[in-house]
Each structure stands twice: as structure tokens, then as C-alpha cells.
């Protein structure tokens, strides 16, 4: 567990605070009552409008809006000012309970490994629908979502977990034998963890270093993406997590999108400028890529506008029509970094995951990399 996070606070450090150490802290506070006002675009020494630069978010903004704000699309100061502090009082607090239990492994991310960012103007990063929260699945998606729900659990069973009936268990039962379901695949390709370690299948995308991809919003270890023009070209890199960084280009020649049997990890990206705005169409993914339930029928338009020196407002519409059932779209303010402050840049590199699939105890018994695993572990294996 110790080289575990030492891994990640190294990834961290490399990852995040190469990009964001030497960043000045300075912020240009955005009104809490409306969005930034546009501003004359910026060109490029071709003439299209320039978006390059280092970019993050620097006030944290939940994804959807509690019920408590109805239709209250941004914070009044007083309410960001008492947020901050509630937030400041449970991120910094000693989340350990009983040594050694279950509970005080689970818990040992502190506010040493997160970052505190103050609370943003918006109440959700969700514009549309109006109430700010997600559309409702469709019968479909609440079908799968139901039985991938019932497969974790039944994996579970016979763990310390439900037997102390823990969150993690919560819809479960427990039953110290263990369930005949462990020689079932998953209802779909595996993108999250479960209690089994028979191949790299059984463990979450990230703990395989890669990446979950688009829509990227960001996440408590911070998220940079700097962007690069070119005439006719234009590559997003992002910076993400504990050192899962990851490229992607927009191909900007009005082609049309890749044959519906080619698919790629981040999607078929094709751009193209309207006015000062980038529009970038993003379709083809991956089933094996997963953002809130939607895969390969997921469909992304993207809009990214300079709205002044230092600020790029980012929008995206969201659509699955065998997930969601309706499209919903999403915003986001983004602050310039220092070219200068940052101009030695480290590429970020996933590198604990692999070291640790080899070494964990919980797959001693074989090497998960190679997807191997000797038959005298498997009853040690399902009992825990």
C-alpha cells in the first residue's frame, strides 16, 4: 500500500505539478451572477482564431447540480464563501477510523494527495436541461446498468464487505460461499473494478493506464490540456489523473468521419471553425471505453471559444440515444497558465499500475499482465 502511493504522489508531482507548481495563482474571478463576456478574438499568424496554450479549470464545479439549487444556475459570493469552507473542513479533515479495518485502507487518500480548489460560480457544469442534472436513462440503460450492479455483487458476497454490511454492498447479501458467478464474464467489456483478479480485464481502465477519455471534465488530482495549432491541424493534449495523459487530433479538412467499423479510443474528431469557435463533431468510440454508461453509440459536439487573454470557455452536447433520453450539454471555464513559468513540461507517465498488477498480494497467485493464474488459487482468491 505505502509504494502504492508513493507511486501516485511521484505520478502526481509529474503529472500535475510540473504543468501546475510553477503556475502563478492568480485568478481572474469570474462574476458569480453570469459567464464571461466575449472578447475580439486573438489570431494566429494564418488568420484563424488562436485557442493555444496551456488551459485548466481552477474552481471546482460538480457535474450536477443538487436539488437544493433548483433552478439556480449560479452561486451568490455568500453561498461560494460557505461552501468553501464546508469543502475545506471535510477535504483537510484525518479520514481515518479503526486501524487496520477495511474502512481505514479505503480511506487512506488525505488531503495530501487532493487538490482544494475553490468552489465554482456555476452550481453544475450541466446547462441543458435547465435543472441541471442529468437526463433519465433510458429502460435500456437502467436494464444493463441493473445487471452489471447484480454481477459486482455477486462477486462480493462472500467478502468482510457485505458481511459488515458496507456501502459498497449496498442491494447485496451476504453469503460466506462463494458465488458460482466468479466463471461468468461480465454482462459487457469490464471498465471498473470488481472482486476478482483473473486478467487485466478484471481491473479498471485506469489501473491498466488507460485512460477513460471523452467527455473530460477533470478530477481532484487536477486537469491541464494544452493546445497546438498548425494551418490545418490543430492536437489537444490532456493531462489527467495520476499521470494518464493522452493526445488527441482534430482533423480539420471537412473529411468525413471514419467508416462506421473503424473505432478509436477518443473518438473520430473532425473540426471545423464557426466565426471564433471551434466545432469539433466526435463520434466512432471504442466499446470498451465507458463515460456514464454510453460506448460506442456515444456522440459528442464540442464548441471551444476564446473569450479573452486568458479565458476559454469550453461547451460540449452529449448524446446516446440508447443511454440518455434526451441530449444535454455541459460548460466549462477554463484559466491560461504561463507559457514561460511552464516551459519545462514533463510528459506524464502511468507507471504504478503495472508495477503493482505484478506485485499485489491479491494476485499472488499469478501475473495479472499476463492474464495467468494457477487453479490452486482461485477457491484463496473467491473466499476473500
Known sequence: MRDRFSGSMITVVIAAGAVSALISMSITR??????AASAPAMKTPWGEPDLQGIWTDETDTPLQRSPKYASQEFFTEAQREELDKERSALLRRDRRVERGTELDVA???????????????????IVDPPNGRLPSLTPEAQ???AAEREFRLALLQATETCKTKSVACSGGKYDPTPSPRFAELPPRYNTARMNRHYGPEDHSLPDRCLTLGLPEFGAATGSFRRIVQTPGGISIFYDVGQGQGWQRNIVMDASP??????RQWYGDSRGHWEGNTLVIDVTNFSPKTDYQGARENLHLVERWTRTGPTTLEYAVTIEDPTVWTRPWTAKQEFSRQSDQENRLYYEPRCIEAPRILWASKTIRCGNILQGKRRPSCVSASQAR
Open 107 to 125: 480511506g487512506a487518500y488525505n488531503a495530501v494527495f487532493t487538490s482544494m480548489k475553490r468552489t465554482g460560480a456555476r452550481t453544475s457544469l
Open 257 to 262: 468521419h471514419l467508416p462506421a467499423s473503424i
Open 143 to 145: 436494464k444493463l446498468a
Open 30 to 35: 469570474t462574476s458569480a451572477q453570469a459567464p
